[in-house]
């Protein structure tokens, strides 16, 4: 008996062993697991820690240049922070253009990259900067002083901004558009459409910031004969292939220097025309005028621009072939488009009491501007406001929608 009592314990024990053995290895399997949970758990905090110091790292990028007006010379393309502490992390960010030169080209976009740091891991995100398009580009006309005067109720498709009134002279306009101006009283006649709201803007319009200089440092001198006591250039053929007074540019664009004003009759420009002497310039009977690229304006003048348009342009009529086809025959709408500046006035586009067909569509910028001629339509080009244009953006830099990405 005593010897079955023996077994049996030896048995119960063996058992009990057997059993603490499986109970450690699940334990000891259990913590691992645990272990590995804790690590794994630490690693996406820090993870999504890091992402978003890599994020203010962008933050930094806009903030910097929005800080400096001089950013494109104050600032290289490179690094720009380095190992920037946040928190229990730090970041590095790095703000790159495609050619190497921030400061070439005042409307270049940018690459910002920053790469964060925090207990070992790290995250890098990047995007795609761009500085915003000038207030200005977001109107058919504006002016950031004085009046806008609606004369021989032209057509005028877009929204328009007054620094002061908007004038309404003879037949009303076919307005289909919102007139922004400081007051409600300012738009005399009120104008009585239902399409057209009259808005109060909360801040004063702003003058764009014109570097007349960057263009003549890219362009080419167009040096014209005198006639009438002005510069007079006509029947004339103007492109970046073409400068009937001087070497051709690459890029299109031609700049007039001297002391005269500058008179274009029936000419047909693909360019970009500087009159940056102080003086005025007027277009009389016909032309047609475009930018040769996008992102350059079609016209900057110092001081006044006069459009007295009466006609169609006739090749037969100026002898010259100006769509370079081979003939003699056409005939075009006198037409402009892309942004006209001018720091005092642009008057027209229409001979007054005109009524033939003239195309505006673009952006008119001055500090006051005349809208003429019941053959005039006047057109808003939307892209303006997202296509930035040379010298006319805004200070700083945004983010482009879409281009934030995580690397």
């Known amino acids: ?16 062993l057997i059993l603490l053995a499986g109970m450690s290895v699940v334990i000891i399997a259990l913590a691992y697991e645990v272990a590995l949970d804790l690590k794994m758990t630490t690693n996406l905090v820090d993870g999504d820690q890091a992402l978003e110091i890599a994020k203010v790292g962008i933050d930094n990028a806009i903030y910097l240049a929005n800080d400096d007006s001089d950013w494109r010379t104050t600032y290289t393309s490179g690094v720009w922070l380095s190992n920037r502490a946040v928190g229990n992390g730090a970041f590095t960010l790095s703000v790159t253009d495609d050619d190497g030169d921030l400061s070439d080209c005042p409307i270049d976009t940018v690459t910002a990259s920053s790469t964060a740091i925090i207990n070992g891991t ?6 795609t900067l761009a500085p915003p398009a000038h207030e200005s580009m977001m109107f058919l006309a504006y002016t950031w002083d004085n009046k806008i005067k609606i004369s021989d109720g032209p057509r005028i ?5 007054s620094g002061n009134d908007v004038e309404l002279d003879g037949a ?3 307005f289909r558009g919102d007139a922004h101006v400081s007051k409600v009283d300012k738009v005399d006649p009120p104008l009585d459409d239902a399409d057209t709201d009259v808005i109060v803007f909360s801040s004063d319009p702003t003058q764009p910031d014109v570097d007349y200089d960057w263009f003549v440092s890219r362009g080419s001198q167009i040096s014209p004969p005198t006639g009438g006591g002005k510069y007079y250039i006509a029947d004339k053929v103007i492109s970046p292939t073409s400068n009937p007074y001087g070497f051709t540019n690459a890029n299109g664009i031609y700049y007039i220097a001297g ?5 274009f009759v029936r000419c047909h420009i693909t360019a970009t025309i500087v009159v940056a002497n102080g003086n005025h310039v007027s277009f009389d009977d016909a032309t047609v005028h475009a930018p040769a690229f996008p992102y350059y304006p079609a016209l900057l ?8 348009f009466d006609q169609n342009l006739s090749e037969n009529e100026s002898n010259v072939d100006f769509n370079g086809d081979g003939d003699k025959t056409d005939i075009f709408t006198p037409s402009v488009s892309g942004i006209v500046y001018a720091e005092d006035r642009i008057t027209g586009l229409q001979m007054t009491g005109g009524t033939n067909l003239v195309r505006f569509k673009g952006a008119l910028i001055s500090k006051e501007i005349w809208l003429i001629g019941s053959g005039c339509i006047f057109e808003q080009d939307p892209t303006l406001s997202t296509d930035l244009v040379n010298q006319f953006h ?5 983010l482009m929608s879409g281009s934030f990405k995580i690397e």
Do not use: H, N, W
């Open 1 to 16: 008996m005593k010897r079955a009592r023996t077994d049996t314990r030896g048995s119960v024990f063996v058992t009990a």
């Open 122 to 127: 790290t995250r890098t995100v990047s995007a």
């Open 157 to 161: 498709y877009g929204d328009i901004c």
């Open 172 to 174: 009303l306009p076919d």
């Open 259 to 263: 002391d005269k004003d500058v008179r």
């Open 301 to 308: 003048c110092e001081k006044q621009i006069f459009y007295s």
């Open 394 to 398: 805004g200070r700083g830099l945004k």
